[in-house]
């Protein structure tokens, strides 16, 4: 299904974060989200899964369409995210991490669900160890491994090589194109690793000061003498 | 030795109460990081329901039933009620309500049964024992001790191996994201209140079984001792609230086995004081866990 915000607004207090961002990502399409820090990605993220509630503005999935959402809504409608801050259960193993997910989001058994999650993630060992034990780059593939167990239409990635060594950023984004080839969602990416932007999108949105300041296929945003002031520099 | 043996019973028989408690308590907090400081109203209700029905000629067994679900009622009014509104609300807010509840509550009890104490009646098998050797045992203590052994051991299983469990344990860990895994606040919230509340109902049972008389603030002293052993073991763990129940029973036992008369009366301070000297050497308590910054649900 192809996912579409209209002309979001946020504002806290008296700033404004998001100031009329639309953005369309269609089924299959994988689209970066680039800019400044502070301006507006993961906000944009936050009210599209439920983490805010935005000022203004609209938001359609299919024939869906909505203006507020909840947290559990949107994983319901099949929204799921990763955090740029990894957000893992402490008490929980790797396996029960991912089953959490599959239980409530999912159809048929929530074990075997969680453990094809796990592979698509390569989790060939460590199913039984805890999650925040595993080493950095696991747990940022982890997370993904959940956001993927159950229902998924789109697919929200902040920042998921944040931290990782070059081989580790490779390996992520081996793993985006192959969720989006076997699943077939939508995936919005945010991410300061411009390779990793230009390895795996289709298209990039720019945002600066809480507005789109360029949109289009990689290579083109690249050149564009706005995102090159705002965000790439010379 | 039989000394030391008829010590170490009551010891486990007292942290078995005080385990329950500090359960019911952990498992709020851990969810909520709300101190439910009305959870000995819970207890105390229990003990009235107790009270009424033992009175009204209702078998013993039906009457613990009674008093169990009277207790989860309650809790669940206490959460519709009181809390819900307030999920949002600062740590300090939640608290203060606690307090006010917990004050609420004890007024409306002193308003419909008095201050007088209410003399429970307990069944004649309460007081009966048998002996090894020169050590007397009351049954009451190897049912206190069974009962809570096979409740820590069924709750440990349930939050292990079943998919509400499962959803318990990660929303005590972070209530935002479990919300993202699709699961339903207010489910979540509910079954931590009903098992806070079942709990409160059972160390209810156990505690006016050796203390057979009940007022509007007879739920304050358990519900101290089950906060304080959840704050030795470590706010926010349920394991660490079991071994911290125990642990505070042991000292208490412990001190008032090695103290002389003279001192007996200030049992509570002394062992209070070596909670201190503990908290001061583990601030976060012997299993004190990690939480995350998000506390609002």
């Known amino acids: ?234 | 030795m039989e000394l030391m043996l008829q010590q170490f019973i009551n010891a486990v028989s007292l942290g078995s109460i005080y385990a329950l408690v500090a359960l019911g308590v952990a498992i709020v907090f851990s969810i909520l990081r709300l101190a439910n400081f009305a959870h000995g109203e819970l207890m105390t209700v229990a003990g009235y329901t107790l009270y009424a029905t033992l009175l009204a000629g209702v078998h013993w067994f039906l009457a613990a039933l009674a008093a169990i679900a009277a207790s989860v009622i309650a809790a669940l009014l206490l959460e519709r009620l009181a809390y819900r509104r307030l999920r949002s609300a600062n740590p300090l807010t939640l608290l203060i309500t606690s307090f006010a509840v917990s004050v609420a509550l004890q007024s409306l009890f002193l308003l419909f049964f008095g201050a007088r104490p209410k003399g429970i009646e307990l069944p004649a098998f309460v007081d009966a024992g048998f002996r090894i050797g020169q050590l007397r045992v009351q049954w009451l203590d190897v049912f206190i001790i069974v009962i809570t052994g096979l409740i820590v051991l069924s709750l440990h299983l349930f939050l292990k191996k079943t998919v509400i469990g499962l959803a318990l344990r990660s929303a005590a860990d972070d209530f935002r994201t479990t919300r993202l895994m699709g699961i339903k606040a207010n489910a979540v919230v509910v079954g931590a209140f009903m098992l806070s509340g079942a709990l409160a109902g059972i160390a209810a049972l156990f505690y006016f079984a050796t203390v057979p008389n009940v007022v509007p603030s007879s739920g304050f002293e358990p519900m101290l001792k089950g906060f304080i052993a959840c704050v030795i073991g470590g706010l926010g763990s349920l394991p660490a609230a079991v071994v911290g129940g125990f642990l505070l029973a042991f000292l208490e036992v412990g001190s008032d086995a090695i103290l002389s008369n003279s001192l007996s009366p200030y049992l509570d301070a002394i062992v209070f004081g070596i909670a201190i000297i503990l908290l001061r050497w583990r601030p976060g308590g012997l299993f004190g866990v990690r939480m995350t910054e998000d506390l609002r649900v």
């Open chain 1, 1 to 234: 299904m192809n996912f579409k915000a209209s002309d979001v607004v946020m504002k806290f207090k008296g700033l404004t974060a998001l100031d009329g961002v639309s953005l369309e990502v269609a089924k299959g399409e994988i689209v970066g989200l680039i800019g400044p820090n502070g301006s507006g990605k993961t906000t944009l993220l936050n009210v599209t899964s439920g983490v805010y509630s935005p000022t203004s503005g609209s938001f359609s999935m299919g024939a869906e369409i909505w203006s507020k959402i909840s947290l559990r809504d949107a994983a319901r409608r099949g929204i799921r995210r990763t955090f740029q801050n990894i957000r893992l259960f402490n008490s929980l193993t790797v396996l029960e991490t991912v089953e959490v997910a599959s239980a409530w989001l999912g159809t048929g058994d929530r074990r075997e669900n969680a453990l094809n999650a796990l592979d698509e993630l390569h989790f060939t060992q460590h199913r039984d160890r805890m999650a925040t034990e595993l080493a950095y780059g696991m747990q940022r593939r982890l997370e993904i491994a959940r956001a993927i167990a159950g229902k998924l239409e789109f697919l929200l990635l902040d920042e998921p090589t944040a931290g990782l060594n070059h081989g580790e950023s490779e390996e992520i984004v081996t793993i985006v194109q192959a969720i989006r080839r076997r699943r077939g969602c939508g995936i919005v990416i945010i991410d300061h690793d411009l390779n990793v932007i230009m390895n795996v999108c289709d298209r990039v949105v720019v945002l600066s000061e809480g507005k789109v300041i360029a949109s289009g296929p990689p290579q083109e945003v690249r050149r564009d003498p706005q995102v090159i002031k705002a965000y790439l520099g010379s």
